[in-house]
């Protein structure tokens, strides 16, 4: 199992940004596999917020963030970003990263993936 990491939480006003990082151990191509992002508040189930295919790097949202949220690949450093614009409180979660190695489309189900980073805090006041 591969170790991914979230990097770049943090606390931002309403209509603030924040851009997190997900990256992988060393070795470890990130390049070739479907990187998702999630997120979870207190008291809620996981929630799929968007992921980005290898086979042309076209990334898919969750109609909550769309307009809001960009995920981009960066093939040199091995990382997969997620931009977040303007920001609102119910944005506020835990969000993680998460891939499967057999996975070849974007699956907005939280089961279907193996791998996971330890997640990151994002915090978000009115």
């Known amino acids: 199992q591969v170790q991914l990491v979230e990097s770049g939480g943090g606390r931002v006003q309403s209509g603030g940004s924040l851009r997190l990082s997900c990256a992988a151990a060393?070795?470890?191509?990130?390049?070739?596999?479907?990187v998702a992002w999630f997120r979870q508040a207190p008291g809620k189930e996981r929630e799929w917020v968007g992921c980005i295919v290898t086979s042309d790097d076209t990334p898919y949202y969750a109609d909550s963030v769309k307009g809001r949220f960009a995920i981009s690949r960066d093939k040199v450093t091995e990382t997969v970003s997620l931009q977040m614009t303007s920001l609102k409180p119910e944005d506020t979660a835990i969000y993680y990263c998460?891939?499967?190695?057999?996975?070849?489309?974007?699956?907005?189900?939280?089961?279907?993936?193996?791998?996971w980073g330890q997640g990151t805090q994002v915090g978000v006041t009115s």
């Open positions: 060393p070795g470890f191509k990130l390049a070739y596999y479907v």
């Open positions: 998460a891939t499967e190695p057999r996975m070849r489309y974007c699956d907005s189900s939280w089961r279907e993936y193996g791998w």
